[in-house]
């Protein structure tokens, strides 16, 4: 019997009310929305992760989720690899369901998530790693080998 990936799922309204913590790494090459950004390459790209569960300044359960890595992408300039620094802090609010999903993102500036069933952390660390690499990376400065 292998695992499957419903055992790292977990209760987020739980982890809110107890204000527990989850940590662990994952490759960024086996998130489908990520792999496709990235550089090609055989090597794992790890991504650091902790979800911990909190009430957001308004009182409401939330989690605050923390990814930290670096991430190979391809500069749009020179076309030549480019290693991105990843690290983001994000807090999101639970919705319990649809409708208090829509009320809350009327509400508030910040993201909210449904939260109606376990929630697996690899999704949330793909949606935030989604968010935090840029749409066109570009070196800083002169790309390597030019100018
Ligand atoms: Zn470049």
Not at 39 to 64: F, M, N, Q
Not at 113 to 141: N, Q, R, S, T
Request: glycine share 8%; hydrophobic share 40%; proline share 9%.
């Amino acid at each position: 019997m292998s695992a499957s990936s419903s055992d790292v799922r977990f209760d987020a309204f739980k982890l809110a009310r107890r204000a527990g913590s989850l940590a662990g790494s994952i490759d960024a090459r086996e998130l489908p929305y990520v792999a496709e950004t990235l550089a090609p390459g055989d090597d794992p790209v790890p991504i650091a992760w902790t979800i911990e569960g909190r009430k957001s300044a308004e009182g409401r359960p939330s989690l605050a989720i923390d990814i930290e890595g670096s991430a190979p992408l391809v500069c749009q300039r020179c076309l030549n690899r480019l290693d991105w620094p990843v690290e983001q802090a994000t807090e999101v609010l639970l919705a319990g369901d649809e409708r208090e999903l829509a009320a809350l993102d009327d509400a508030s500036e910040g993201e909210v998530i449904l939260a109606d069933g376990p929630l697996d952390p690899a999704e949330l660390v793909e949606d935030e790693l989604v968010l935090a690499l840029p749409f066109a990376p570009l070196h800083e400065g002169p790309c390597p080998g030019q100018g």
